[in-house]
């Protein structure tokens, strides 16, 4: 049974502080009420955790987990500057991007460490919700309900089981931990609990800028809970919080439109007044809906479609929906604070992404569901406490809907596996949202299915997406294919939309080399160096564009440079040698060739264009025995069918024949074509 906890005392009397401001219980314990022993709480969170998100072990990165921790060069090179300076993913966060810096020197892209962490704050979150619950309320059934119910709730997953939502446990670690210390503040008024306080809801900004809520979360708690009443005096202390809160408000909102996540004047113009206010009464009554009918859950919930000129009936029953819910919380609170204390920690904890001013492209989103859930969760904990003093069957009740919970939990982990599990249930549900049209065609990108993939993201584009990475990627397949006028035009649209990337600039560039539109492509391949100086491999580019331009002197300096910056990239180093070959300078060439191999005896083309220049000057026994050297590294039987094709023209067809059976054991299919057109038996 929970004890009650004893009051604070002040002044030099050490008399015994007003009841008004003491962190007591509003309710005294049953005779008969439930009680455990708070050793076991974490053992029992952390199993229903674990056994709840067993297949979080088979699940790959996915989504912003690219973006965030795959191709994220301020991880991969652990730049403290940069963490602590930049924005990621339209967010300033850098603690968490900080934490997903020291798991990826731990243990790069291996995903296990990431996932094991995640659940480990969860439970840590878990354990907090169930010490906080217990330390205003005093009820050890409510507050383990509560905890249980927040360890294990199917829209919790998003936030766990997804490796870059990690600014969800993070920020929620620290923000809950935040609230303790104010209550031991409260409790003992000693001021170095109230700093680290100060301390912790700082962390919990720098974790994730929907931790500004804090402030009046407090202020609410003081209210509902330590009975102090609403005036200037409440918000003496509140200051600092409010200082910190209004910095990094600013900084969330900056962010936001820096990465283009800014939706005010799209969603503005797509929808009236009228109908964004009934889109926030959806959102706001989403959330509930789905506390108690964890049902059909995706990744992405789109705004409305206006197909037949108005938003859906559902919308407007929302409206009408979320006034009774909150009609009913305000009428039971009325007898009962702890009431309005849940719906205000739901509203308050929601408030930053309920769409009022609109963040992305959903409507509503699991992850949001994660702190402000304590506020729903603690009703039902009551509700539970309620039919508990009235029998005892309560708990067998309450354990089969845990038992029911942990099963939704684990096949909704599961559904977290990769693009395609995450994402076709949302397609089914949504078949026109071009972000689950794109997130489906990355992942066959991903698996190179270039085909599908194109499909799905052309589909994505098609509905309006106006993304430049989508439009990228479409202009890079056609690119691949040969089709450089309709990769064009993906790159042109690319050049209008967000986000901006250097790469547009490399690839304008790429296409115009490719139509042998060498001035513009050499225009491109500057703005690009501008860009980028230090890029190894867009120098390269950049000098074989000036050999198609044919100023050598200066391909060479590219090349130089190229060299320069990474002593290891061999094709800056073949191209050198390359642009010698165009000026008729074979001597030099076979040189540098030359030096290649014994630098980098393992880089194959070397050998290979050694042996076209061979050839080219007739010297075919030297072409053939640099081939010799490279098939013994080679894999592909490209360089025995380089030498049979060599054996041929000098009509020595026996010797072909030989290279060509060689050829044709390592896999060589041009050299299987030609053994089975001559006949040779077995093939």
């Known amino acids: 049974m929970a004890k009650q906890k004893s009051q604070p005392k002040q002044g030099t009397k050490k008399e015994i502080a007003p009841p008004s401001y003491s962190a007591k219980a509003i309710e005294p314990a049953a005779p008969n009420s439930f009680s455990i022993d708070e050793k076991w709480i974490p053992a029992i969170l952390s ?10 072990w088979k699940n790959i990165f996915v989504w912003d987990d690219k973006l965030y921790i795959v191709t994220n060069e301020l991880l991969k090179n652990f730049d403290i500057k940069g963490i602590f300076t930049e924005y990621v993913v339209g967010n300033y966060h850098p603690l968490t991007v900080l934490s997903l810096a020291i798991e990826y020197a731990l243990v790069g892209d291996k995903t296990w460490l990431y996932h094991l962490d995640n659940l480990i704050l969860h439970i840590l979150n878990s354990w907090l919700v169930f010490r906080i619950i217990q330390k205003l309320n005093s009820n050890d059934l409510v507050s383990l309900v509560t905890a249980v119910l927040f360890a294990i709730h199917p829209l919790h997953v998003e936030s766990v089981a997804w490796a870059a939502e990690r600014k969800d446990v993070l920020y929620t670690f620290f923000l809950l931990f935040s609230l303790w210390y104010y209550l031991k503040f409260d409790e003992t008024k000693n001021k170095v609990q109230y700093i680290v306080s100060l301390i912790l ?4 900004c720098l974790s994730k800028g929907m931790a500004v809520v804090l402030p009046a979360l407090l202020i609410i708690t003081d209210y509902c809970f330590l009975k102090k009443p609403l005036n200037f005096q409440l918000l003496i202390n509140k200051i600092p919080y409010f200082v910190i809160t209004i910095l990094f408000a600013y900084l969330a909102t900056h962010a936001q439109k820096d990465a283009g996540a800014d939706a005010s ?34 990744p992405f919930y789109p705004y409305p479609s206006k197909e037949t000129g108005s938003i859906p009936a559902i919308y407007p029953l929302a409206f009408l929906g979320a006034l009774l819910l909150v009609g009913a919380i305000v009428w039971f609170g009325r007898k009962d604070k702890r009431i309005w204390w849940a719906g205000a920690f739901f509203l308050i904890a929601i408030s930053t992404v309920l769409q009022i001013l609109p963040v992305g492209s959903a409507l509503v989103a699991d992850r949001y569901y994660y702190l402000s859930s304590i506020g729903p969760l603690f009703l039902i904990g009551l509700l539970v406490n309620k039919f508990y003093t009235s029998s005892k069957g ?11 919970l942990c099963v939704l939990t684990f096949v909704q982990t599961g559904k977290w596996r990769n693009a395609l599990t995450l994402f076709t249930d949302a397609e089914k549900a949504f078949p026109r949202d ?8 990355w992942h066959y990108l991903d698996n190179k299915d270039f085909p599908t993939a194109k499909q799905y993201l052309i589909r994505a584009d098609e509905v309006g997406f106006k993304n430049a990475d989508v439009c990228r990627s479409i202009g890079s397949m056609y690119l691949d294919e040969g089709d450089n006028a309709t990769a064009l035009k993906y790159f042109q649209k690319a ?6 990337s250097n790469r547009t600039n490399w690839l304008f560039a790429t296409v115009y080399y490719r139509m042998e539109d060498y001035k513009n492509a050499n225009r491109y391949f500057k703005i690009t160096l501008e860009n980028e100086p230090d890029n190894a491999e867009y120098w390269t580019s950049y000098g074989l564009s000036l050999i198609g331009s044919g100023d050598f002197a200066e391909a060479r300096k590219a090349f130089k440079k190229s060299m320069e910056i990474n002593p290891q990239y061999w094709d800056a180093y073949l191209n050198h040698a390359y642009a010698y070959r165009k000026e008729g300078n074979f001597e030099q060439e076979i040189k540098e060739l030359k030096e290649l191999i014994e630098k980098a005896p393992q880089y194959l083309p070397a050998y290979k264009n050694l042996g076209v220049t061979y050839v080219d000057l007739k010297q075919d026994n030297n072409a053939v025995e640099i081939w010799k050297r490279a098939s013994v590294r080679d894999s592909t039987g490209d360089y025995e069918y380089n030498i049979g094709i060599n054996h041929s023209l000098r009509n020595d067809i026996e010797a072909a024949k030989q290279w060509y059976i060689k050829a044709a054991q390592k896999g060589n299919t041009n050299a299987k074509t030609i053994l089975k057109n001559n006949g040779v038996p077995g093939y």
């Open 495 to 500: 050049e209008q939309y967000l986000p901006i």
């Open 265 to 298: 004047k799209v969603i503005g113009g797509a929808y009236t007044t009228g109908e964004r206010i009934l889109m926030t009464a959806y959102a706001f009554c989403f959330y509930w809906v789905k506390t108690i009918l964890p049902y059909n859950l995706y």
């Open 201 to 204: 809801f700082l962390a919990a």
């Open 394 to 404: 309560a708990l067998t009740g309450f354990g089969i809907i845990a038992l029911v």
């Open 47 to 56: 199993v229903l955790v674990f056994v709840s998100y067993i297949p979080v």
């Open 434 to 441: 071009a972000m689950v049209l794109s997130n489906i065609g």
